[in-house]
């Protein structure tokens, strides 16, 4: 009997002769001579050989020997390279569904985020899941810059541990390229090569952040290794000491004067930037609201100094112990915040909605206000929804009035949009409190309450109406879009629901938002509700910026932007630049032109950049928590299993805190994953782990360097 390798070599030699043409498996079969009992062997043979790169099968199951000058010219695809702790990576593609699987071995010297070329392969994982790929080549380099933590190694050169653990190599530094930075100091380093299979990659310190254990250094090194700027410009800074402080008559003209409108501005107790302000009239039984937003392009000019930072700045972001504006609090504090009692410019969208909250008019203004009250959330709260007496005595009766109609209203939008299918993923946001020193005190939960949805409603009704008047005035524009989810992810969502009595329909490749909408009223209260929300939401796409109209999935909406946050929101601040150039008869053609030239490449940045806040964000969070958490070690917690994978499960606290519980700390029993139900099953007693389930668990293990938090099981 011939062995694997002889059958290998025969096959190979039977491919690789002139007379061969491509066949099936069952054509190879009798070709080859091979006996009923041993088609299992040839199948298994065909399979490694695919495996091994020496073979490939066509779409209609025709084998032939891997032509590679072919797989070059067809099977060669450009995308950015996403790494992973454990050395082996992905490729994202554009306008691929499934991402590419890249080996440690196959992955040259990309690290994450990388643009790179790379071969198909022709063999996909051994869960099938994704296709192969050889990355030949880098592109684009994403990270010239590194932050982490210095070791000197000898007198003559150290090494710089990255923080970003998804850059897997250190970087080698000699010792007069450190700058003189000692053990334990966080520093930047610049790479100046990126080393290969046998060399490390190599830099030179460019700035020495401090050392670890001092206050403040643990957030600034996120801070720089996302690549945010604190600090904005000299030429910045110079162009904004020549705004003026106040509202002259020049600025006023040609505005609509609303400033004998009531008008009162909602937000956080601490908010500094206040860019919206609302009123609301009745007219008869209509509501005629006005949602009036400052009017930042009139300082920031396009294409100056201050326009091209905000441009690339993108978003302001929101970290755990500090603001990194998008534009200088000169300005977001100031002239363009909507102080009460001070006159400001602003864009005003007044829609006209009748009963029914259906949108019967509206009028979109350059306009001049007056904001009559600073209000806040939990106050306004207090009045509207729980009518507390003693808060409804410190306004004047027709503010009180004015809210009690918004409320009424605000209800009536919701409950339209929810008719329509807006699907609402109302999951609990925490905030850390940190002492005078940078240390986490107490974690509490953001209350999402009547006076923020009434807010967001009012909103949401404005970035609609905006979006909406300008696709049908076929104007460049800059949308913000949902796109649909993917079928196969809507399939999979399906079956796993399925295990739990609940049930989606979708039509073909499509699902309608109604259809989740519909899912998530019937889990509310359920024991099921928050792991089906989860894993929901973790189907659905990214929002992101873009120039057609795709429409807004989550919200049920043909037509949405972002228009109400133009002081930290730089696609708002485009979009107003749009609008002030319709209003005034200045969109002709080379304006037109402008726009279509420039839009695109404001979309892809502002998307990048929102991505870059949000992780940033997320990090500088999850740090804090992970700090809270020392002074807890061993304590025991109820948690809800929020997330099971191969390797164990994830839980979150009641504080939103979240840990894993390794799969080799289950010692009860020998478990495996079960990725259609997502549960971890025990083989011999049969105990089983899902999605939602409540456990306790104790505090095992705290790893700040890579803030994770290992959790075990308890009972």
Same mark, same amino acid.
């Given at each position: 009997m011939k062995s694997k390798q002889e059958r290998k070599k025969l096959i190979l030699e039977l491919m690789g002769s002139e007379f061969y043409v491509p066949m099936k498996e069952k054509e190879l079969a009798i070709m080859m001579q091979v006996r009923p009992e041993d088609r299992r062997i040839l199948t298994e043979i065909l399979g490694e050989l695919i495996a091994e790169g020496k073979i490939?099968?066509? #779409?209609?199951?025709?084998?032939?020997?891997? !032509?590679?000058?072919?797989?070059?010219?067809? $099977?060669?695809?450009?995308?950015?390279?996403?790494?992973?702790?454990?050395?082996?990576?992905?490729?994202?593609? *554009?306008?691929?569904?499934?991402?590419?699987?890249?080996?440690?071995?196959?992955s040259l010297n990309a690290y994450n985020g990388d643009i790179v070329k790379a071969l198909i392969l022709p063999r996909k994982t051994k869960n099938g899941k994704h296709a192969e790929a050889k990355i030949i080549e880098v592109i684009e380099?994403?990270?010239?810059?590194?932050?982490?933590?210095?070791?000197?190694?000898?007198?003559?050169?150290?090494?710089?541990?990255?923080?970003?653990?998804?850059? $897997?190599? !250190?970087?080698?530094?000699?010792?007069?390229?450190?700058?003189?930075?000692?053990?334990?100091?966080?520093?930047?380093? #610049?790479?100046?090569?990126?080393?290969?299979?046998?060399?490390?990659?190599?830099?030179?310190?460019?700035?020495i952040i401090g050392h670890i254990n001092d206050p403040g250094v643990d957030i600034m090194s996120i801070v720089k290794g996302y690549g945010l700027n604190v600090e904005f410009p000299e030429k910045v800074m110079n162009r904004v000491k020549n705004v003026a402080d106040f509202v002259s008559e020049a600025d006023m003209a040609g505005r609509e004067d609303l400033r004998e409108v009531?008008?009162?501005?909602? *937000?956080?107790? *601490?908010? #500094?930037?206040?860019?919206?302000?609302?009123?609301?009239?009745?007219?008869?039984?209509?509501?005629?609201?006005?949602?009036?937003?400052?009017?930042?392009?009139?300082?920031v000019q396009e294409n100056s100094a201050l326009d091209r930072e905000a441009k690339e700045r993108g978003t302001s972001v929101y970290l755990v112990d500090r603001v990194i504006p998008m534009l200088p609090h000169r300005l977001s504090n100031g002239i363009c915040s909507l102080n009460a009692g001070e006159d400001r410019l602003a864009l005003s969208v007044i829609?006209?909605? @009748?009963?029914? %909250?259906?949108?019967? @008019?509206?009028?979109?203004?350059?306009?001049?206000?007056?904001?009559?009250?600073? +209000? $806040?959330?939990?106050?306004?709260?207090?009045?509207?929804? /729980?009518?507390? =007496?003693? =808060?409804?005595?410190?306004?004047?009766?027709?503010?009180? *009035?004015?809210? @009690?109609? +918004?409320?009424?209203?605000?209800?009536? /939008?919701?409950?339209?949009?929810?008719k329509r299918g807006a699907i609402d993923f109302d999951f609990p946001e925490s905030k850390v409190v940190l002492d005078t020193e940078g240390h986490p005190v107490d974690i509490v939960l953001r209350?999402?309450?009547?006076?923020?949805?009434?807010?967001?409603?009012?909103? /949401?009704?404005?970035?609609?109406?905006?979006?909406?008047?300008?696709?049908?005035?076929?104007?460049?524009?800059?949308?913000?879009?949902h796109e649909t989810p993917d079928s196969e992810k809507i399939e999979r969502l399906a079956a796993f629901i399925n295990n739990f009595g609940f049930h989606i329909h979708s039509t073909g490749d499509t699902i309608h938002p109604k259809e989740i909408q519909k899912l998530m009223d019937e889990i509310e209260g359920s024991d099921q509700q928050y792991m089906i929300a989860r894993v929901t939401l973790r189907s659905m796409k990214q929002a992101k910026y873009g120039t057609e109209c795709l429409g807004h999935f989550g919200l049920a909406a043909k037509y949405y932007c972002h228009f109400t946050s133009p002081i930290r929101r730089y696609p708002d601040l485009q979009i107003h630049r749009i609008i002030k150039d319709c209003i005034r008869n200045r969109m002709n053609d080379s304006r037109l032109a402008h726009y279509e030239e420039i839009l695109p490449g404001v979309s892809e940045l502002s998307s990048k950049r929102e991505r870059? %806040?949000?992780?940033?964000?997320?990090?500088?969070?999850?740090?804090?928590?992970?700090?809270?958490?020392?002074?807890?070690?061993?304590?025991?917690?109820?948690?809800?299993?929020s997330s099971i994978t191969e390797w164990g499960m994830y839980v979150e606290l009641q504080n939103t805190v979240e840990g894993m519980v390794r799969l080799d700390s289950l010692r009860d029993d020998h478990y495996e994953y079960d990725d259609m139900t997502y549960s971890l099953r025990g083989i011999r007693h049969g105990r089983i782990f899902r999605l939602g389930e409540s456990v306790r668990i104790r505090v095992t293990d705290i790893d700040l360097f890579m803030r994770t938090l290992d959790f075990e099981i308890v009972g």
């Open positions: 490939e099968v066509s #779409k209609r199951g025709k084998y032939s020997l891997y !032509d590679e000058k072919r797989a070059l010219r067809e $099977n060669t695809v450009m995308g950015t390279y996403l790494s992973t702790m454990k050395g082996f990576g992905f490729i994202e593609v *554009d306008g691929r569904e499934d991402d590419l699987f890249v080996s440690e071995a196959d380099r994403a990270n010239d810059c590194i932050v982490g933590t210095y070791q000197k190694s000898n007198k003559s050169f150290g090494f710089v541990i990255p923080d970003n653990t998804r850059f $897997n190599s !250190d970087i080698y530094v000699r010792v007069e390229d450190s700058m003189g930075a000692m053990d334990g100091h966080k520093v930047v380093v #610049k790479l100046t090569g990126y080393g290969d299979a046998r060399k490390s990659p190599e830099g030179v310190v460019t700035e009531l008008m009162v501005t909602i *937000d956080g107790e *601490d908010a #500094k930037d206040l860019d919206d302000a609302v009123s609301l009239t009745m007219n008869g039984e209509d509501y005629e609201l006005g949602v009036h937003i400052a009017d930042v392009s009139n300082y829609m006209t909605f @009748d009963r029914n %909250a259906k949108l019967k @008019d509206y009028r979109i203004v350059e306009s001049v206000i007056n904001v009559n009250h600073r +209000m $806040n959330y939990t106050s306004v709260n207090r009045i509207i929804a /729980l009518e507390d =007496e003693t =808060e409804r005595a410190l306004f004047p009766v027709d503010t009180v *009035d004015m809210l @009690d109609k +918004m409320y009424e209203l605000s209800r009536l /939008l919701r409950d339209r949009r929810h209350e999402r309450n009547a006076a923020t949805k009434l807010i967001e409603d009012f909103m /949401l009704a404005a970035n609609e109406t905006v979006a909406a008047h300008y696709f049908w005035q076929e104007i460049p524009f800059v949308y913000r879009t870059r %806040a949000e992780e940033a964000e997320r990090e500088t969070l999850k740090l804090k928590k992970v700090q809270y958490m020392e002074n807890h070690m061993g304590e025991e917690f109820d948690g809800v299993i």
